[in-house]
């Protein structure tokens, strides 16, 4: 069983289908906490990097190989263990048949808990320094169109003080070793006192070929109305109560 819906989960579809095709009777579920497939498969060719849309390429075909039953919609709230077996029991009730096996991609948030004596100016939700959550931020938008991002960007309160890597995107799933190269080139920059180099963007990322994020897919019938940087239209929004015009 695969719980999860990034690349972390394609990746590990694509392995156990050879796994499966070696060993007839293996069984394979993916669980999908959004309610429809979307784009769960990525941008495939219109991915900037060929072999990260491909992985969701090899995902889709062994769904469509009937090597993998896929299940939508499902909260996963807790995992009971039966008889050396996982269960996956959602928020509405549902049990999934046991899996000998279950591989958990579901997100992962940086361990700062060593910098706890460092002044930080994080995002609270996306643990990101604050001055790029909003942009990485999958909830909000994730076109697979983030800038690179550099000193000014990663800067702390604490005098001198960078976050860089993959620490840097916080919560946010889409960071790549390009990002963190760039960031190191202008954050030892800016060490160095070079300020025109340190401000200098001298990298352009890669679009997935998607646009949107789990919060976006996780229920897109309500939520297509919502506007985001996916909209396809411009939103017209009222802030407060009193009437337009006065
Ligand atoms: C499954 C998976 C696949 C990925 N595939 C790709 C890919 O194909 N291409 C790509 O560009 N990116 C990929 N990434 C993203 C990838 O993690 C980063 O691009 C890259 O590894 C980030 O490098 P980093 O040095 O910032 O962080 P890391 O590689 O995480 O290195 C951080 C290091 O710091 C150490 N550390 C942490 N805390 C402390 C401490 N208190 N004291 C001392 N040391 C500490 C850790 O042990 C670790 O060695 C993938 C990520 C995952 C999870």
Redesign the pocket.
């Known amino acids: 069983m695969v719980v999860g819906n990034g690349?972390?989960a394609a990746?590990t579809i694509g392995v156990l289908s050879r796994v499966a095709k070696r060993e007839p009777g293996t069984r394979i579920t993916w669980v999908l906490r959004r309610g429809a497939v979307g784009n769960t498969f990525g941008g495939g060719s219109a991915d900037e990097l060929p072999e990260?849309g491909a992985l969701g390429q090899r995902a889709k075909k062994a769904v469509e190989d009937g090597l993998v039953d896929l299940v939508t919609g499902f909260r996963s709230e807790r995992v009971v263990i039966d008889g050396g077996q996982a269960a996956l029991v959602a928020e509405d009730g549902r049990r999934l048949a046991p899996a000998a096996r279950v591989f958990v991609a579901t997100g992962?948030r940086p361990?700062l808990s060593?910098l706890s004596e460092i002044r930080l100016d994080l995002d609270m939700r996306l643990q990101a320094p604050s001055k790029i959550a909003a942009e990485v931020d999958p909830n909000v938008h994730s076109c697979g169109s983030v800038r690179a991002t550099g000193a000014a960007d990663l800067e702390q309160p604490e005098p001198g003080f960078y976050i860089?890597?993959?620490?840097s995107y916080g919560r946010a799933p889409t960071?790549?070793?390009?990002?963190?190269f760039e960031q190191v080139r202008s954050v030892v920059a800016a060490i160095a006192g070079d300020r025109e180099a340190a401000e200098r963007v001298d990298l352009v990322l890669p679009d997935t070929g998607v646009c949107g994020g789990s919060g976006l897919f996780d229920a897109p019938d309500q939520e297509s109305s919502a506007g985001s940087c996916c909209a396809s239209s411009p939103q017209l929004i009222q802030l407060g109560t009193a009437p337009a015009g006065r």
Not at 164 to 167: F, Q
């Open positions: 690349h972390s990746t990260r992962f361990d060593f860089v890597g993959a620490k960071f790549l070793a390009l990002t963190g």
